[in-house]
């Protein structure tokens, strides 16, 4: 699935700011010539695709979303709510959005916002957001470069700037609620959501960074919604073996060079950007990357 954005680069073709490589959305091509979206097929396979930790977290629905993020200008000032705020504002069953990103590309003096700026005071923050007045002298910035890892949790105050090339792994959510567009003209679909914002920030919160040069502390990240590891990395070939075993499914994105899967009796073998998904009800498979490639491997926790 892909999405037309006023703020899109070239790298996913003209005009596509992202590229939603596996989510609920996603179609999948069944043995017999149909098609169903990954949810679909979650309701009908149940934990076969989503395993014990889906059921728990979602029932029988796909429980991730992995994109890619193309921006040429700012992305909006935003923020996302927890399941707690979706559910009060918009009824049962509706979720938040805990995201993680991972920075493939950064050209000089590519930057991210990770929260508001030291000493701006829960009052500040929430004062800023009601007047529509929050400017970058309020917030913090990170200087991006490739291999940078970040955990962003919902509640944080956000956004993605230019020069960048970003792999975010999130609940499968597209709630968002916009604080600033940048002086972007609003749009029935593009407008902002200052009381919505207000709600949901926590103005004690930053992303956090918890990895660089494509290693992450302590090997994983883990945390309430997401599991995200790296396999390679170091420019050398690299094989791990992996054990879905009826726990969780493995949303799996090449980046840099092509990937390599092989389980019992099957194979595929991913380009550079491409993403597949390891049903739950594999016992064990073994990713394989070239030299220079590496594989991004998201999964539940737990």
Not at 25 to 45: F, I, K, M, N
Request: net charge negative; with cysteine; proline share 8%.
């Amino acid at each position: 699935m892909t999405s037309l954005r006023p703020w899109a680069g070239s790298r996913l073709g003209e005009g596509v700011g992202e590229l939603w490589a596996a989510g609920p959305d996603s179609a999948v091509t069944l043995p017999d010539g149909g098609s169903c979206t990954l949810d679909e097929l979650a309701a009908s396979a149940s934990a076969a695709l989503v395993g014990s930790a889906g059921l728990a977290a979602l029932g029988p629905r796909f429980p991730l979303l992995a994109k890619l993020i193309d921006p040429s200008e700012w992305l909006s000032l935003q923020v996302h709510p927890d399941d707690a705020l979706a559910r009060r504002l918009y009824g049962p069953g509706t979720l938040g959005k805990d995201e993680c990103w991972v920075v493939l590309e950064a050209t000089p003096g590519a930057r991210l916002v990770v929260g508001p700026r030291a000493g701006l005071g829960s009052d500040g923050v929430r004062a800023a957001i009601a007047a529509g007045a929050m400017s970058f002298g309020d917030l913090a910035v990170h200087d991006a470069a490739a291999g940078d890892v970040l955990n962003v949790r919902a509640g944080t105050i956000h956004a993605i700037g230019p020069g960048t090339f970003i792999y975010e792994l999130e609940q499968p959510s597209d709630l968002t609620f916009r604080i600033s567009d940048w002086g972007r003209p609003a749009t029935p679909g593009r407008h902002l959501h200052l009381d919505e914002a207000r709600q949901a920030v926590d103005p004690a919160l930053r992303a956090e960074v918890i990895g660089r040069r494509w290693r992450l502390d302590g090997g994983v990240l883990e945390e309430r919604h997401l599991r995200l590891e790296v396999v390679g990395g170091d420019g050398s070939a690299a094989r791990a073996p992996r054990h879905p075993a009826g726990r969780s499914p493995d949303v799996v994105t090449a980046v840099g060079a092509p990937v390599a899967l092989s389980g019992d009796g099957w194979a595929q073998t991913l380009s550079p950007l491409e993403t597949a998904v390891v049903p739950a009800a594999v016992a064990a498979y073994e990713i394989s990357t070239a030299p220079g490639g590496r594989a991004l491997v998201g999964s539940l926790p737990g």
